[in-house]
């Protein structure tokens, strides 16, 4: 069961990263085959891209709510609330997703 983006914005309630680190939970994306059948959760790899929910106080490069790509090997993740989330190292994150609805 994934969290609705008012439940996520409360996962990262009560927690804050130190320094340059970067708290994020995973994007949901719907992966479906070229035929037409939706891939189930269990039978994907995690996405290398997230939303960001909070940050240390020497983060520069990227607020809370904006889209973010890292590479698939980075970060701790955690669970928090049964969902599954990760922390970053600034110099992890990639890139940053400015046309991100």
């Known amino acids: 069961m994934s969290a609705t983006a008012k439940d996520k914005k409360d996962i990262a309630k009560g927690f804050q990263p130190l320094g340059e680190r970067v708290f994020v939970t995973y994007t949901e994306e719907m992966e479906r085959t070229a035929g037409g059948i ?11 891209r997230g939303i960001v929910q909070a940050i240390g106080k020497k983060v520069e490069s990227v ?30 994150i990639l890139g940053v997703f400015t046309n991100a609805s």
């Open 38 to 48: 939706y891939v189930p959760d269990s039978a994907k790899e995690k996405p290398q």
């Open 63 to 92: 607020k809370v709510g904006d889209q973010v790509l890292f590479d698939k090997y980075s970060g701790t993740k955690l669970r928090i609330d049964d969902e599954e989330c990760l922390i970053l190292k600034e110099e992890d």
